[in-house]
């Protein structure tokens, strides 16, 4: 029986750039050489070690600007090593594209981890989760609109922080102003001032 493990892939979509790249290359040659090109047959157990790829490339290639045969490729090696028990699939998914994720976690659930796994079932997984990750639709402009809400309401957000900080710190700043003048223009302008507001200034005798 599968093993599945999930993980948070709400929503997943695909960036149309990398649906035109997939579609634009001929996927299923590729993957046949990929498995196939040292000689094996349906039936042999393919290994990581058989790919040509490790686990640091591997990550690269699916969370990187997309190669398409070294998304194929990376993607390939993961999940055959997850297949013998390798690797956990939290740890390939790890700071990839939801994409990526995406078909790392489809593949997975199509074999038991740690069984091993052969030639011929490891080309079959590799290309249904492909499949399943180019059905995924392209981002909706209601999204982008709703990130570039977000953006406007936090620049917004901080401007009027910033204003409400100048507004805590204007009355300090006048206070500054008026005390910065000889004494008798000091007291000029605070006539002035008490004038307008209909207030008579009143000295105060220190303590």
Same mark, same amino acid.
């Given at each position: ?6 993980? #948070? ?5 695909? $960036? ?9 290359? +001929? ?22 070690? #058989? ?29 055959c090593a997850l297949a013998h028990g390798q690797k956990k699939l939290s740890v390939l +998914? ?25 030639a011929g079932s490891l080309e079959t997984v590799v290309l249904a989760s492909l499949k ?5 639709? =392209? $981002? ?14 936090? #620049? ?8 409400? =900080?100048?507004?805590?710190?204007? $009355? ?11 004494? #008798?223009?000091?007291?000029? +302008? ?10 008579r200034l009143v000295r105060i005798k220190a303590a």
């Amino acid at each position: 029986m599968a093993n599945i493990i999930r993980t #948070d892939t709400k929503s997943p979509t695909l $960036p149309k750039a990398q649906s035109k790249l997939f579609n634009a290359f +001929q996927v299923e040659p590729f993957v046949q050489s990929l498995v196939f090109g040292k000689g094996l047959s349906p039936a042999d157990t393919i290994r990581p070690s #058989d790919i040509g790829m490790n686990a640091h490339a591997a990550k690269s290639a699916l969370g990187a600007a997309v190669s398409v045969p070294g998304f194929i490729t990376g993607l390939c090696w993961s999940l055959c090593a997850l297949a013998h028990g390798q690797k956990k699939l939290s740890v390939l +998914q790890e700071g990839l594209p939801v994409a990526s994720a995406y078909a790392l976690e489809h593949g997975s659930s199509l074999f038991k981890h740690g069984a091993g796994i052969t030639a011929g079932s490891l080309e079959t997984v590799v290309l249904a989760s492909l499949k399943a990750m180019l059905a995924l639709p =392209a $981002p909706s402009k209601r999204l982008a609109d709703a990130a570039a809400a977000d953006a406007a309401a936090a #620049d917004a957000a901080a401007a009027a922080a910033n204003a409400a =900080a100048e507004t805590e710190q204007a $009355p300090a700043n006048f206070v500054r102003a008026i005390t910065a003048l000889p004494h #008798d223009e000091a007291e000029q +302008q605070l006539r002035a001032i008490a004038l307008a507001l209909g207030f008579r200034l009143v000295r105060i005798k220190a303590a």
